[in-house]
């Protein structure tokens, strides 16, 4: 399998713009997560998604987040307007559960954004 | 809720030494997971080594091992024969079981300690 993948790998982008972040979790994998990552705050979870619904939103910060999960093999997190403080690496996750279930959870190789 | 705590922000370690990392954590669950994983400066999260909590077994991998203490609530992680490419930040978190309820799935990680490993 191709693991979890997430694009852009990196992002510079204005005060102001839209931002869109992408994942593709693993096939067969059931649970989504998004996670930010700052040196300030450390690992923070923004949302996580069961079968494509979202389970707990708790995480996001402001209503200039917002995340979707149109089917089972994708998902997106928006930020707008963006703003500076928005710089950070953001993760996402998948796992599964039933008859493979380990608990683990497999990474993307983050996407960075930078706001200027 | 869950929490987790790394108390080490840094640690550092000779090649081919031992070292512990702590971790403690907070829960009234009976059925959850513990995990370790390292994340290198390229930072990908890569798992290390994984428990769960119904088994007394401490989990071992290659050079990699657990310390689990349940009744206290302890999880540290034990890197023998230390290597350069070990060098990396450590994060322990903590998952709710299937029995979790609402919290199930959730991932919670502690803080994270930064490992630097001598030649």
């Known amino acids: 399998d191709a693991g979890v993948i997430q694009s852009p790998r990196h992002e510079v982008t204005e005060m102001g713009q839209e931002v869109t972040l992408r994942c593709k979790p693993i096939?067969?994998?059931?649970?989504l997560f998004w996670y930010r990552q700052t040196m300030m705050r450390g690992l923070e979870l923004l949302i996580y998604?069961?079968?494509?619904?979202?389970?707990?939103d708790s995480g996001m910060p402001e209503d200039r987040f917002s995340a979707k999960m149109p089917n089972a093999s994708f998902s997106t997190l928006k930020i707008q307007p963006s703003e500076p403080r928005d710089s950070a690496v953001y993760f996402c996750?998948?796992?599964?559960?039933?008859?493979?279930?380990?608990?683990?959870?497999?990474f993307g190789e983050g996407s960075r954004l930078t706001v200027l | 809720a869950q929490t987790v705590t790394q108390s080490q922000p840094e640690m550092s370690v000779q090649e081919a030494e031992t070292v512990t990392l702590s971790c403690t954590y907070d829960?009234?669950?009976?059925?959850?997971?513990l995990f370790w994983y390292k994340q290198p400066p390229s930072r990908q999260m890569i798992l290390v080594i994984r428990?769960?909590?119904?088994?007394?077994q401490n989990a071992t991998e290659n050079r990699f091992s657990v310390n689990f203490q349940k009744a206290a609530k302890s999880f540290s992680l034990k890197i023998s024969d230390s290597q350069l490419g070990d060098a990396a930040m450590y994060f322990c978190?903590?998952?709710?079981?299937?029995?979790?309820?609402?919290?199930?799935?959730?991932?919670?990680f502690g803080q994270g300690t930064i490992l630097t490993v001598h030649p």
């Open positions: 998604f069961n079968n494509n619904v979202p389970i707990d």
């Open positions: 428990q769960e909590a119904y088994k007394q």
């Open positions: 096939s067969g994998h059931d649970y």
């Open positions: 829960t009234s669950e009976s059925d959850y997971y």
């Open positions: 996750a998948s796992s599964e559960t039933g008859t493979g279930e380990t608990g683990e959870l497999f």
């Open positions: 978190a903590y998952r709710s079981g299937s029995g979790g309820g609402t919290s199930y799935g959730k991932l919670t």
